[in-house]
């Protein structure tokens, strides 16, 4: 007999970015901050250490909820604290997707949406964004139990206009899911969302940038309704003491956060400027990262020579990415480094 569900036997699985533990690569892959924490989160770590850590964490996470609620100005209970913003795109399908449920999104956008309803045995819509990434007409109308926007999307770095999203809240018929994990390197948000649609969930993570993916944080805002129901289904002390005082330390220092923010945006500038000059095609990004594309020539050789020279970039080989490279705002010596390196690689090539 197979223990195993024939869903889960037909899967996949979700591929993150390469973690190399063999060589010291410059790390432009997988969107992290290049900047440490906050000093503060490593004094708050150093403190619980030598606490508790013989008790079990608060299950909801008091203290974290209390200081995120001030600084989004929305009250606790309209917070819930995930194990990193996956944990709580779990959540949701788990409250929301059973089988035969849909689910829309447009796409490219992060792939873990795919892996997520398939485990429920739910059913992905997967509408194309337009070639200058602008919301697909027919979102709204799918009749899908959630409706997932990456804002600013991944892997386009592109944001999409709030009062675009206001629309499609107004008109979605379940939940509208706006997947806010690189907000704070764009100009805009949809908090203000919150105030007036019941039916909105943001996900924050401090993953990108706080600096804190090591650390797995991340915050669902929206409606009390909403939460008390998606608090039914989380793992009962979903994340540790340490990750708690780190991510109230985190959102403490926003001096900190606001810094490293201000420097990733103008190398962001500098290096799309740079790959533009190379001849690469970038849409204007919002993100920390960058996607860049030859229309037509497969980038495969050139992610394969950068990693030769030590550069780890993201190549997708799906979604009709295949001509597009992502790349990570990192330092500018960094960012240097590509550079030089991609001159290398296209004037071999
Ligand atoms: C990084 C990322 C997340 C996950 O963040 P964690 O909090 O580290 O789990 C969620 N959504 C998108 C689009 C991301 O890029």
Redesign the pocket.
């Known amino acids: 007999m197979d223990a195993f569900r024939s869903t889960v036997r037909a899967m996949m699985g979700y591929t993150p970015g390469e973690q190399p533990r063999d060589k010291a690569f410059v790390k432009l892959n997988t ?1 992290e901050n290049p900047y440490p924490p906050s000093p503060r989160v490593a004094q708050a770590l150093m403190r619980a250490i030598g606490a508790d850590l013989r008790l079990y964490p608060d299950p909801v996470g008091t203290d974290l909820r209390q200081v995120a609620g001030r600084l989004y100005g929305l009250a606790p209970e309209q917070i819930l604290v995930g194990n ?4 709580l ?1 779990a959540m949701l399908m788990r409250a929301c997707v059973g089988r035969g449920d849909r689910v829309a999104y447009p796409v490219p956008t ?1 792939s ?1 949406y795919d892996t997520l309803v398939e485990m429920h045995d739910g059913e992905p819509v997967r509408l194309p964004f337009s070639p200058d990434f602008h919301l697909p007409p027919g979102l709204a109308q799918i009749g899908a139990k959630l409706t997932i926007v ?1 804002n600013p999307n ?1 892997p386009s770095g592109t944001l999409t206009p709030i009062g675009d999203l206001a629309r499609l809240s107004a008109k979605v018929s379940g939940l509208l899911v706006v ?1 806010e ?2 907000v704070d390197f764009a100009d805009d948000n949809a908090l203000p969302l919150l105030a007036r649609a019941d039916n909105v969930v943001i ?1 924050r ?4 940038s706080y600096s804190l ?1 090591g650390m ?3 915050l669902a805002l929206g409606a009390r309704t909403i939460i008390d129901e998606l608090m039914k289904v989380k793992d009962s002390y979903n994340i540790s003491r340490l990750s708690l005082v780190a991510g109230v330390a985190a959102l403490e220092d926003q001096d900190w956060m606001r810094e490293n923010r201000s420097r990733i945006r103008s190398t962001r500038e500098r290096l799309i400027a740079s790959l533009r000059e190379l001849g690469y095609g970038v849409p204007h990004s919002e993100a920390n990262f960058v996607l860049a594309r030859r229309a037509g020539a497969n980038q495969e050789p050139v992610y394969l020579g950068l990693k030769e020279h030590g550069v780890l970039v993201r190549y997708f080989r799906s979604d009709g990415l295949e001509d597009a490279l992502r790349i990570t705002v990192g330092t500018d010596a960094e960012v240097d480094a590509l550079l030089a390196a991609l001159r290398d690689v296209v004037a071999a090539s």
């Open positions: 969107n990193g913003s996956d944990d795109l992060y873990l990456c991944s997947d994990a690189y996900l993570t401090l993953s990108k993916a797995r944080i991340g």
